[in-house]
Structures are given as structure tokens and as C-alpha cells.
């Protein structure tokens, strides 16, 4: 085989598109990525590369402007650039999201509005449901909208929102108690609504604050905010589907997708991991050869090798689900599960083959350390992962006593 990772059973179209994100990848971001990485600067020229490629509108319907591409396709061509920098795949990510959330949740009227724009990546997506103090648990939102009108009026406080500064359409949730009785289940008072605003930081529209970059550990360039409503007035007909108390269902289908995405992530990471770790064994000499000819870093390489592999075939299997139709939240949660776990185990492989060298920031070693570890939270934590699949685990195995 020619290398890890290659997935049988591609249109010819499907292998072209895969072809052209890694030859971009390869020419346009592994060249310059740890350089913006170390400065936290946004990938600008890379991401006009990305417009240019249609990659906005990979999975946007036709007649609505995109390529209408399967999710495969598009996990394919994610692995590709995370490849490269997982911060990119970051950008498209939420981007995606929102216009798959428009396409199977949205009015007529919303995606003949929204989607030709954002598959030319003119307007681009952020999606926001995490809140400062509730983390994993969704249902716990407190963020509000009151009817008042024909608007609505958004008050609270969002966190974790990636391309917050730069989108131009955020997808927020938010309790909206109207027309939900006292004591109706929390997450049938939810509402997903469309927020538009001006990219940058401040008060980008009235009633709406991004304040400013939250600085992280790693998956820089890609900025990462808070959002706060106070006073926002947001149209009724920009409630997703028209209809509120769906926003909860309308997320986790979103991010059913996403589970698929950040898998996807976790197999171009751990990818590019090995082939940094193999590259530098065969240069690296000690005791009179290479230190690939000593047995123990063959058997790392080895480990390393067949965790890129189930990984990426659990990502393949999840993301085939999916468009075949049929629910996937078991498959998409153990791929997502298995993928960042076995991405955070390759990278450190990778590291502990470079010896002293993983540690310096000359080496491209090191910013993958820093990236591996957002896998295991973001899009849900591995925990949360492992009470989804054993949940549906025991739905398919219920016992018949």
C-alpha cells in the first residue's frame, strides 16, 4: 500500500476532490501552518484558498449553489486538512454545521436566503449552545428569549464559539419558554435561533458582544470567543424551521455531524503524527543506525500505524451511516470516542521518538501536542461519547428476561 488510511469503494469525482484538499494541504498549509500557529494568527490566505476550492459549499445542495457532496466526501477532505492544521478544519467546521442544520431544519424562505451565500463562503457559520458555567450538560441552559412582538429578545451568555469573531451567522440555542407549560422537559423549551451580525469583535450588531479571542493552549488561528445577548432583538422568521422548542433536537443533529467532523480531525492528526515520528526515525542515528532498526521504536510505529488505521475505518463507517439515511449516533459516537483517543496516543509516540527535539518549537512535533488534547473535549467530551454509546448499547441489547 502506498500509505495508511486510503478508503476503498470512491467515486472518481470523490477521489478528485480528496486528491486536490491534499495537494493543497501539502503545497498551501503544512509549509506555513506552525509559523501561524505560534503567532495565533487567522489563516487568512488559506482560507480564501479553501473559498476558491468550493470547500464552503462542499455539502451544500446544488440548487442552492454548492457541491452537494455526501459526508463522507467532506470528513475525507477534513482529515486532509487537519492534517495540515487542525485549526482550519476548525473554521469549515462550524461553517458546515450551520448549513447542514439550515438544510434539514430551515424554512424555505431561510435557505434560499442563506445558503447560496455561505456556499460561496461569503457568509460564513459559527454555532453557539455551550454556556460559562454548564459545559456538557446542554440541558442546563439559561440563556432566554422573550417574545415580544414579531421579535424576539435574547438575554445571556455563551461560551466556547469557534469562528465567533469572524462568522457572520451564528446559530444560538436558547430557552424560549412560550407556549411551553410550567414543567415541560427542558429540552422540549428550546429554541435554535439565526443570528446575523458583523465579523470582528466588540458589539458587532446591538445587543450583541463578542468580546475578544479567549487564548489557548493550542488550536490557535482559529478564534475562539464568548457571545452576550443583552437586549437582542432577533426576527421571528429567524427562529430555525419557524417553529420554537425544536432547537434541542435541530443541535443534536447538528452535532451528530460534528461527532463525525472532529473524528475525521483526530485521523488527519494522528496522520500527520506518524508520518513525522516514521520520517525522523529512519534520519535519527543512534548506537550506529537509524533508530528506526531498533525494535522498540518499530513496535511504536507499529502501534502507532494500526491505531491511523482503525481510527480512520471507524470514521469511514460512521460517516457512511450517516448518508445512507440511518441514525448514527451510536457509530459516530465511538468513532469520535476511538479517533481523539488514539490521535492523543500517536502524537505522544511521535514526541517520545523525537527525543529532546519534540520538546523545541522548531519542530512540528510540538504543536501537534498542543492540538491533540481539544479532540478529547470538544463536540463532547470522550465521557459524554461513553454515555451515548452505552446508552444505545443497551438499547440494542436489552435484556429479554
Known amino acids: 500500500m502506498a500509505r495508511l488510511a486510503q478508503t476503498a469503494g470512491l467515486t472518481d469525482v470523490q477521489q478528485e476532490i480528496v486528491s486536490t484538499v491534499r495537494d493543497f494541504v501539502d503545497k498551501e498549509i503544512i509549509p506555513v501552518a506552525t509559523e501561524l500557529e505560534h503567532r495565533d494568527e487567522y489563516p487568512q490566505a488559506i482560507v480564501d484558498g479553501l473559498k476558491e476550492l468550493g470547500l464552503f459549499g462542499l455539502m451544500i445542495p446544488e440548487e442552492y449553489g454548492g457541491l452537494g457532496e455526501s459526508l463522507l466526501t467532506y470528513a475525507l477532505c477534513v482529515e486532509e486538512i487537519a492534517r495540515g492544521w487542525m485549526s482550519v478544519s476548525g473554521i469549515i467546521n462550524t461553517h458546515f454545521i450551520v448549513a447542514y442544520m439550515l438544510k434539514q431544519h430551515g424554512t424555505q424562505e431561510q435557505k434560499e436566503y442563506f445558503l447560496p451565500k455561505m456556499a460561496l463562503g461569503d457568509v460564513r457559520g459559527a454555532f453557539s449552545m455551550s454556556e460559562p458555567a454548564l459545559g456538557s450538560d446542554v440541558s442546563a441552559i439559561t440563556s432566554k428569549a422573550v ?14 464559539l469557534t469562528n465567533g469573531g469572524t462568522s457572520s451567522l451564528v446559530a444560538v440555542l436558547v430557552r424560549s419558554d412560550e407556549g411551553h407549560p410550567e414543567g415541560t422537559a427542558p429540552h422540549r423549551s428550546m429554541t435554535t435561533f439565526l443570528v446575523e451580525k458583523e465579523p470582528g469583535f466588540g458589539e458587532v450588531r446591538p445587543g450583541l458582544t463578542i468580546p475578544g479571542k479567549i487564548d489557548k493552549m493550542g488550536y490557535k488561528g482559529v478564534d475562539t470567543t464568548e457571545l452576550i445577548m443583552d437586549g437582542l432583538r432577533v426576527p421571528a422568521d429567524r427562529v430555525l424551521g419557524g417553529v420554537t422548542g425544536r432547537g434541542f433536537y435541530q443541535m443534536m443533529d447538528g452535532v451528530e455531524v460534528g461527532r463525525v467532523n472532529v473524528a475525521a480531525r483526530g485521523c488527519g492528526v494522528a496522520q500527520r503524527a506518524f508520518e513525522l515520528g516514521v520520517a525522523y526515525a529512519q534520519q535519527r542515528h543512534t548506537f550506529g543506525k537509524p533508530i528506526a532498526q531498533h525494535q522498540a521504536i518499530q513496535f511504536k510505529l507499529a502501534e502507532m500505524a494500526t491505531k491511523v488505521e482503525a481510527a480512520h475505518a471507524m470514521m469511514v463507517n460512521a460517516a457512511r451511516k450517516k448518508d445512507s439515511g440511518q441514525r448514527n449516533d451510536l457509530e459516530a459516537g465511538m468513532a469520535k470516542y476511538l479517533a481523539s483517543e488514539y490521535c492523543k496516543e500517536v502524537v505522544e509516540d511521535a514526541f517520545r521518538i523525537h527525543g ?13 501536542y498542543r492540538e491533540a488534547p481539544m479532540l478529547l473535549i470538544g463536540e463532547g467530551t470522550a465521557e459524554i461519547q461513553k454515555m451515548i454509546i452505552g446508552r444505545r448499547l443497551l438499547e440494542e441489547y436489552r435484556f429479554q428476561g
Request: glycine residues 14%; proline residues 0%; negative net charge.
Open 147 to 160: 417574545k415580544d412582538g414579531d421579535e424576539y429578545v435574547l438575554t445571556g451568555q455563551k461560551m466556547w
Open 356 to 368: 529532546g527535539y519534540g520538546f523545541s518549537k522548531e519542530y512540528e512535533i510540538e504543536r501537534l
